[in-house]
């Protein structure tokens, strides 16, 4: 009985004791472990520059009208800002269409593109594809386009497919005419055409 009373009361005392134990072992480590300093982590100035000039912004998406009234919506797989000109933008994988008062679209596709809107401009270049719903589809290297009306000139040689065969141009200017808001196609520059009656 002695024993099983000596036995209980040391569980008792174990119980109580371990706990404050372990206690005073880990305030023993909080209070002597050293203190960490936390300095800057070292970024180079010029890294920090060139995040600030390389801002890209994704799948932007951009719609208006042309001062003839035509609609137009443009979409780029990616575009960047020239923080030295507001207003300039370069743009990879550009598509525009372009919806005219008398129900004819064009659709633009080029792998890159310089939109300076205060210049009024945009520069189409590296397969450059031109799509009209009246069945005429060119292909060019660059196309220089305004961004206030429907004009666009191409800079260099053009290949055409459509209603009147198939063609090859110097030149591709795409102009409206003002009184009647008609576009038109004009190609020029040693025109080539190969027409095939059956079709």
Do not use: C
């Not at 960490?36 to 998406?61: F, H």
């Not at 102009?175 to 038109?184: K, Q």
């Amino acid at each position: 009985m002695l024993r099983d009373d000596l036995y209980s009361q040391v569980v008792s005392w174990l119980k109580l004791l371990l706990p404050l134990a372990a206690l005073a072992l880990l305030s023993t480590l909080f209070m002597l472990s050293s203190k960490v300093e936390y300095g800057d982590v070292p970024v180079a100035q010029r890294d920090l520059a060139n995040r600030a000039s390389n801002q890209q912004i994704t799948a932007p998406y951009y719609t208006g009208a042309t001062d003839d009234g035509a609609l137009v919506s443009m979409t780029a797989t990616s575009a960047k800002p020239d923080p030295s000109a507001p207003g300039r933008v370069s743009a990879d994988g550009l598509w525009t269409r372009i919806d005219l008062a008398d129900g004819t679209v064009l659709t633009f596709r080029a792998d890159s593109a310089l939109i300076d809107e205060p210049e009024d401009s945009a520069q189409l270049e590296g397969n450059v594809k031109i799509v009209s719903s009246n069945g005429y589809v060119v292909e060019t290297s660059g196309l220089r386009a305004a961004m206030r009306a429907v004009r666009a000139e191409s800079t260099g040689p053009v290949t055409a497919d459509g209603p009147a065969g198939t063609l090859d141009a110097g030149k591709l200017q795409i102009t409206s005419d003002a009184a009647s808001g008609d576009v038109h196609l004009v190609f020029t520059n040693g025109v080539k055409l190969v027409y095939d009656p059956a079709t």
